[in-house]
Nanobody, 115 residues
Framework: QAQLVESGGGLVQPGGSLRLSCAGSGSIFSRYTMAWYRQASGKQRELVALITSSHNTNYAESVKGRFTIFRDNAKKTVYLQMNSLKPEDTGDYYC?????????WGQGTQVTVSS
């Protein structure tokens, strides 16, 4: 069973940057599709970015050109580099892994973009 642990959240001013990390486990980490979701207060959880085992990526329209998802399979870690942050990026960010019928979630890390 995979375990996911996020880190890197915090408070940042608009226009700033943060890098989130998600450390995974398991011998087949490289075969998982990994994704970042976020949930703002009072809103549904939404997909922010995903990266497949082949390193293909997909982004929400709202973060294209600002966020980058990448993975280091040797470290069993997926990252979300967030640049040019906006107040509307505020929320709890969750890491997700999918392989076949299996899906796992991390506990989340909070990102607050505010001056």
């Amino acid at each position: 069973q995979a375990q996911l642990v996020e880190s890197g959240g915090g408070l940042v001013q608009p226009g700033g940057s943060l890098r989130l990390s998600c450390a995974g486990s398991g011998s087949i980490f490289s075969r998982y599709t990994m994704a970042w979701y976020r949930q703002a207060s009072g809103k549904q959880r939404e997909l922010v970015a995903l990266i497949t085992s082949s390193h293909n990526t997909n982004y929400a329209e709202s973060v294209k050109g600002r966020f980058t998802i990448f993975r280091d399979n040797a470290k069993k870690t997926v990252y979300l580099q967030m640049n040019s942050l906006k107040p509307e990026d505020t929320g709890d960010y969750y890491c997700n892994s999918v392989f076949g019928a299996e899906s796992f979630w991390g506990q989340g890390t909070q990102v607050t973009v505010s001056s």
